[in-house]
Nanobody, 118 residues
Framework: QVQLVESGGGLVQAGGSLRLSCRVSGILFAYQVMGWYRQAPGRQRELVARITGGSSTNYADSVQGRFTISRDNSKSTIFLQMNSLKPEDTAVYYC????????????WGQGIQVTVSS
């Protein structure tokens, strides 16, 4: 059974920081391109950051320089360090795994709320 379990969300003031974690089980973590997506009310889900098995990364322009994605292959876990948070970062954040061998194998976590107050 594939599981992606997010943690670390919550309420923070603008300018503050949060660190999200996503622990993966049931799939071969090293073959997964991992990503964080977010969805704000009334908006489409969007990519925040992505990291390959070799730790190459890419970011949405809106978070470049403020957010950092990383992975610990020994713990099958990815992280999203979010600094200088803004109210517009408020959303439900989702962890995603996509198998580089079989692109149709795409998995999602249940989502975690991040709320940034002004």
């Amino acid at each position: 059974q594939v599981q992606l379990v997010e943690s670390g969300g919550g309420l923070v003031q603008a300018g503050g920081s949060l660190r999200l974690s996503c622990r993966v089980s049931g799939i071969l973590f090293a073959y997964q391109v991992m990503g964080w997506y977010r969805q704000a009310p009334g908006r489409q889900r969007e990519l925040v950051a992505r990291i390959t098995g070799g730790s190459s990364t890419n970011y949405a322009d809106s978070v470049q320089g403020r957010f950092t994605i990383s992975r610990d292959n020994s713990k099958s876990t990815i992280f999203l360090q979010m600094n200088s948070l803004k109210p517009e970062d408020t959303a439900v954040y989702y962890c995603n795994a996509n198998d580089i061998r079989y692109r149709s194998n795409n998995y999602w976590g249940q989502g975690i709320q991040v709320t940034v107050s002004s």
